[in-house]
C-alpha cells in the first residue's frame, strides 16, 4: 500500500492521509487489497487521478445521511468529464476522541475538529466539555495529526475511528457522533466503460440539468422515471452556479442500465433533458433486491418492440 | 360498377343502396374508379366482406361532426381482428328534401327519415313543415325509396343529394342540415399489412382497453402520449358491454406509426394496456400538415438510442 | 296515473308509451307512486316539461350497458339549462317477442323492432327465427302496437315485458337479450336546487368542456379528480357539434358534492374549464358505499383550512 | 449599533463578527439602521436569540448561487420552530485579499481563508500566487482578523471588502471571485406572525416533508404548484437525517399566500405532506413582478367559490 513503483492500473486515489473516513471505505474493496493506494487533498485532485491515468480508480464520498451531498463530489462529477462509478461502499460515522499519550479527558480544554465532525459530535462535547473551545481543521485526520505539532493550541481532536493505526494518539472517548445510524456513502470512481453486471440489486447514478425556460421541468424529469415504474433513492439539487435558481439534480435510481424499464427512462430522459450524464450501474452496497411491478418486466418492453416491428414490416397481427 | 363477375380484389363494399353518403365517400377514392362496388346493409356485413376475402376494402362512416363516434363502426374494429384503416375521407352533410315527380312542397305532410337525419333536419322541417308527421327508416336512402313503392304512406323523404342518380324522385329542398359545417367522416377499411407511406400529415387510429382496476389508468395513457408530444385528434369511451363502467377508447393521434414519437407512444401504451388494437397509420383527408415541438423530432429520438446504445456496449462517451 | 287534472306538482313525465322500459323506471320511484304520470315522445319534451313546469320531473334514459351514453340525453343535458338530476335507476334489459294473439312462434316470418333492441337481441333471432325480415320502430313499445294495426306487416315484435300489461299481445319468447347483465340507467330530472342529503353512496353528474386550444387539457381534468382521490365511473366525450375534434365530456363521479374531495375537484374543474354543468349529487342506484383513501377525509380538507386560515390571520402557529 | 443597553424591540442578530457578510445584507434594512446589532457565531445561535425574545430579528445566510443552499439554515429552519422570514436581502459575493499594512502581494506565502471564501477565490489564488498555502479559518472575518493575532503563520486573508471598516488591514487586491455573477442571499428572521403586505413581487418559503412510503409523492407535491399556475424558484432537498433516503425539501414559489392561487396550492400541500412548515411571504428582493397565467388570476378562484357555494345552498344557477 505504497505509491512507489506502483503502476497506474495498480493504484488507487483517496482523500487522505491515512486515517480518515474514506480509507475505512477503501479497504472494503477486495480488488484495492494488495495495491498501491494514494492519499489526495480533495476530491478534484482524485479525480484528476484518474482521469490523468495515474490511478486507476480513486473512492471518493458522495453522500453522508446527516449533511446530505456532498457538494464538491456531486460538481466536480457533473464537470468532469469521462468518470463512471463502478462501486459503492457505506461507512458507519463513528467519530472518537484523541489526545496525546497522557492526557486525561478532564484536561481537555480545546478540541480540534472538521466543521462537519464538530458538528455532528456537538451534543456529546456539550455535554461532557461544556466549556470546550473548537479549533476548526481542514480535515478529520489533519485534526489529530496537528496534536502532535509543536505548539499546539488544542488537547484532543474529533477524528474517525482508524486515525490510531497512523499516528501516536490515544483514544480518550468513543461514539461521539450524535446519531448512531450515520452513515456516510462513498463510491469508486474509474474511467473504465465497461458497466458492471447487473445483479438484481444495482444502482443507477445520473446527473441531470432540465431545460431552463419550462415551467414543470423537474416534474416532466419525474414522470420519466413514474411512468416506467423506476424508483428513485436520491434526488439532490445542485446550483448549476451561473445563476440563481438554474440546478442540476443528482439521481440515483433503482436498476441496472441494461434493465429495460431503466434504458427506457434514460432514452426519455436524455430526449427531454439538455444534458444527461451517466455516472454508472453498479451494485447497490446494501445488496437489497429492487422491487417492481410486473407490469415493468423486461419481457414486457421486449414483447412491445417485437409487438411494433411487426406493425412496422407489416406482418400480420 | 357491379357486383357479377367480379374478383375480390376489384371489389369495394359500401353501406347501400346506391345514393347514400357512404357511396358519396367511395367517390372520393382513385383507386375504387372503375371497380366492382358492392352494396351491403350494415357495418357487420361490410367488414365481413373484407375479413372473408369477398371484397379488398370496405367504405364504412366513423364520425360525425355532430352526432359523434359511429357506435356500430367503433365496436366493429373493436371485435373484428384483422383490419387497418387505408385512407379516410370527408363528405359534407347535406340533406335533400325529395319526393315523387309532381310534388309540391305545401302539398307534404309526411317525411320518411332515418332517425339522424331526420334530427339534423328537424329546424328545418319545423320552420318550413310545422305539420308534418315523421315515419322512421331503416336508411337514408330507404326513406327515399320507400316513396315509390305502392302505398307509401309518406310524401317526401330526408335524403342524400347523390339520391337522384339512382331514384325517380324530385328535389323540392336543399340544404336542410341544420348546420352548414356537418360532415361525415368515412375509413376505407382492408386488411392490407402494408402501411400507407409517411406524407407528413398522418393520423393513426387505435383502440385501446384499460387495465379494469386501476384508478387512473385514464390518466397514465393520456401521458403516454402528451409526453412525446402526440396530439390527439380524437378520444372517445365506448362501454366494452361486459358490465357498466368498462370502457375502451378509440383514439385518433397526429401522425404516423413510423414517426418516432409516435412509435414511442405506442411501445408505452402496448406495455401498460391490457389490449391496443393498431387500426393503421393513414394519410389525413385535409391534408393539413402535422405540427409538432422539435424536441420530438425523429432525430432526438434516433440521438437518444444511439447514446444508450453506447452506453450499453461500454464505448467512450 | 293519468294526465287529466294533474297539478304540475302531481305530474311525473316519461318518454312513452305505457310499456316503455322508461315507465319500468318511473314505477321504482316511490314519490311517483299514485301521481299522474306523463308519456311523452323523446327526451326533448320530457326535459321541456320540466323546464316549462308541466310536470316536476321526467324521468329519462341515460346510459345502457352495451349501447353507452344516450347521446340524445347527454346532448340535451348539456344544452338545456337549470335542471337536476335526483335520482337514478337501473333496469334491467330484458326482452320479449310478442306477437298477435294466436301466433305460434313457428309462424313468425317479419319481425317490428327499435334499431337497439333488434341489435341486441340479433343471436336469439338468428339462432330461432333465421330466416326473418326486419322492420326498424321508432321506439320499442311502438314495435309491439303496430302489430295490432291493419295491414301490419309484422307478425311479431320485440318488446319489453311490460308491454302485456297495456297491449293485446302474447309473449311467444322471453329472454331475447344477447346479455344477460345488461342494464339501462334511468335518471330522474327536476328543476329543483335542493340537493338530495348526502347517504355516504352517493353519485355526482357534471357535463365539462374543455379549452379548446390547450393540448394536454383532458389530462389537466383528470388530475383535478386524481389529485382529490375523486373516482370517476363514467366518462364519455360527445362532440360539441360545430367542428370535428371539438369535444364536451359527460362524468359521473364516485361522492356529493357536499364531500370536501368532491367539492374541492369541482373548484378546481371550474376554475380550469370554460364550462361546468353540475347535473347535480344523488343516491347511487346500487346504494354501494364509496371508498376512498383516508387522506382524503372530510376532516383533512378542513385542518387544512384552519390552519391556512391561521395563517393569512396572523394567529401563531 | 451596539448591544449595551438595547431592548429585544431593538436588537438584531447577525453571524458576526463585524465585516461578515451578513452584516453587509443587515446594513441594507432600512428598519434596522440606528438599532442595537448583535453579532453571534452561527445560525443556530442567531436563531436561538429570535425564539428567547433577546432580538427581533436576525439576518441568516440561505442560499449562495455558487455553493447552493446553506445547509445549516436550512436545517435549523426546518427543526426550529416558530419563526418566520420576513424579508430577503441578495448580497454580491465579492472577496478582497487584504494583508497587515505594509505588505505587498509578492510576499505574500500563506494564506487564511474560509474554506468556502477559498474555493471560490482559488482560481485567482491560484493564478497570481501560485506557491501559497491555505489556513482554513471557521469564518471569513476570522480569516482577517487572525492575521493581527501575534505569531500570526499566515500572511494574507480572503476577506468580504467590509472588513477594512472594522480591522486595521489593507487591501492587497479586489474581486477575487471566480465567478463575478456570485450572490448570497440572506433573510431576515423573525417571530412575527403578521404578514408582509403582498406587492406582486413577492415569494413564499415553505419547508415539506414528503409521505416515505409513497413512490410518486414529490410528483404529487409538484402537481399541486403546477395546477395553480405557481411557479418555484428554489427546491431543494435535504436529508431529515434520521436515514439515508429520507428528505425534506426546501421550497421558494413566487407569490403571496394571500394570491389565491398560491393558498390553494398550500392547502392542497397540507393535505397531502406530513408537514408543511410555512416559513413566510415577503417581498423579493430583485422587486421582480410576479408573472403567471391570467387563468389563474384571484377572480377566476372566487368566481368558482362563489358558484359553488350556490350549489351547496341551492341557489338558482
Not at 118 to 143: C, D, F, K, M
Not at 175 to 202: H, I, K, Q, Y
Amino acid at each position: 500500500m505504497t505509491d512507489a513503483a506502483a503502476t497506474p492500473d495498480e493504484t488507487y486515489s483517496y482523500l487522505g492521509p491515512a486515517g480518515t473516513f474514506t480509507e475505512a471505505a477503501l479497504k472494503q474493496v477486495p480488488e484495492a487489497a494488495g495495491k498501491a493506494w494514494r492519499s489526495v487533498n480533495n476530491v478534484g485532485e482524485a479525480l484528476a487521478d484518474v482521469t490523468s491515468g495515474r490511478s486507476i480508480a480513486a473512492m471518493i464520498a458522495i453522500e453522508n445521511s446527516i449533511e446530505g451531498g456532498v457538494s464538491a463530489t456531486q460538481d466536480a462529477l457533473a464537470t468532469v468529464p469521462g468518470l463512471r462509478i463502478v462501486s459503492e461502499v457505506l461507512v458507519p460515522v463513528n467519530f472518537v476522541l484523541v489526545a496525546r499519550p497522557g492526557t486525561r479527558l478532564d484536561e481537555v480544554r480545546v478540541v480540534n475538529a472538521h466543521p462537519v465532525a464538530y458538528a455532528q459530535s456537538r451534543g456529546w462535547l456539550e455535554r461532557n466539555l461544556p466549556a470546550h473551545g473548537h479549533i476548526p481543521s481542514s480535515s478529520n485526520v489533519q485534526a489529530a495529526a496537528a496534536l502532535l505539532e509543536a505548539g499546539s493550541p488544542a488537547d484532543a481532536a474529533v477524528a474517525p475511528p482508524g486515525i490510531v493505526d497512523h499516528y501516536d494518539v490515544e483514544v480518550l472517548a468513543r461514539d461521539l457522533g450524535d446519531n448512531p445510524n450515520a452513515v456516510t456513502r462513498f463510491v469508486l470512481v474509474s474511467r473504465s466503460r465497461a458497466l458492471p453486471e447487473p445483479t438484481g440489486a444495482d444502482k443507477t447514478s445520473l446527473i441531470v440539468e432540465l431545460p431552463s425556460d419550462e415551467p414543470g421541468a423537474l416534474l416532466a424529469m419525474l414522470e420519466q422515471f413514474s411512468t416506467r415504474g423506476v424508483n428513485l433513492s436520491l434526488l439532490e439539487s445542485r446550483p448549476i452556479g451561473d445563476a440563481l435558481g438554474r440546478y442540476r439534480f443528482v439521481v440515483d435510481l433503482d436498476g441496472h442500465v441494461s434493465d429495460e424499464r431503466v434504458a427506457d427512462a434514460l432514452l426519455g430522459l436524455r430526449r427531454t433533458s439538455p444534458k444527461v450524464i451517466f455516472l454508472g450501474s453498479y451494485p447497490r452496497a446494501d445488496q437489497q433486491e429492487i422491487e417492481y411491478h410486473a407490469k415493468y418486466d423486461d419481457e414486457i418492453f421486449i414483447e412491445a418492440r417485437d409487438w411494433l416491428r411487426g406493425l412496422l414490416s407489416g406482418e400480420p397481427d
